[in-house]
């Protein structure tokens, strides 16, 4: 069965603090990887998705197969990344395929 | 229209009722998903639709629980004789082949 951890509900920095959003996974196949993001009062939203590779708002994340980790970060947190992290995998050999979802971190930037 | 969207934003109902949650999807897109969000649980899979086909129907927690899609367009997410752990947070989503999904904002269901 595929499942997404993320260990911490809550996580709270101050700004201009690094900031690392834990992900772990299991699969037995070849998962893609994914961060939505949920600001206040907003939908759900695409963050990063790993085959990108690229930096979104400053955010990385790099898929780690041996750690089986997909962990977030971003050097120096600012207050407008406060929101609600959900780590997500899917299978990537479909074209269409359902998420599977961690439970979420909420993040807090304070000032 | 620009995104996807879902009605009501809203709805509160009596233990025993049934309701109907709609969703119209990003024109185009040929998969259609249905998550609930719920406190403690974070997003759980539903229902996902191919055009108008229910591949995977695994995450329907209930026989109460029913989805269709007409149209290769919108779909309704029916649940009948309404409990008090349904309440949640039921989004949508919709998708082209092998691209991510976008969601809407969500129909906020409060069971009393």
């Known amino acids: 069965a595929q499942r997404v951890t993320q260990p911490e509900k809550l996580l709270s920095v101050f700004k201009g603090a690094p900031v690392e959003l834990k992900c772990n996974y299991s699969?037995?196949?070849?998962?893609?990887l994914f961060w939505y993001v949920q600001y206040s009062r907003q939908r759900l939203q695409l963050l990063l998705r790993h085959i990108s590779r690229e930096s979104i708002k400053g955010f990385t994340a790099d898929l780690n197969k041996g750690e089986t980790s997909f962990h977030l970060k971003k050097p120096f947190a600012q207050e407008e990344d406060s929101a609600m992290y959900y780590c997500a995998l899917t299978n990537s050999n479909s074209g269409y395929s359902t998420l599977t979802f961690g439970k979420g971190t909420m993040l807090l930037v304070s000032p | 229209g620009a995104g996807v969207s879902q009605s009501p934003s809203n709805k509160v109902t009596e233990k025993g009722k049934d309701v109907e949650l709609r969703c119209d999807p990003i024109?185009?897109?040929?998969?259609l998903y249905w998550y609930r969000q719920s406190l403690g649980q974070g997003l759980e899979f539903l229902i996902y639709f191919q055009g108008n086909s229910a591949p995977d129907k695994s995450g329907l927690p209930s026989d109460r629980f029913s989805a269709e899609r007409t149209g290769g367009s919108v779909s309704t997410l029916t649940i009948q004789r309404t409990q008090q752990e349904d309440s949640a947070v039921y989004l949508c989503?919709?998708?082209?082949?092998?691209?991510?999904?976008?969601f809407g904002d969500g129909t906020r269901l409060s069971i009393l």
């Open positions: 989503a919709s998708s082209l082949a092998g691209q991510p999904q976008h």
């Open positions: 699969y037995s196949g070849s998962p893609e």
């Open positions: 024109s185009g897109h040929t998969a």
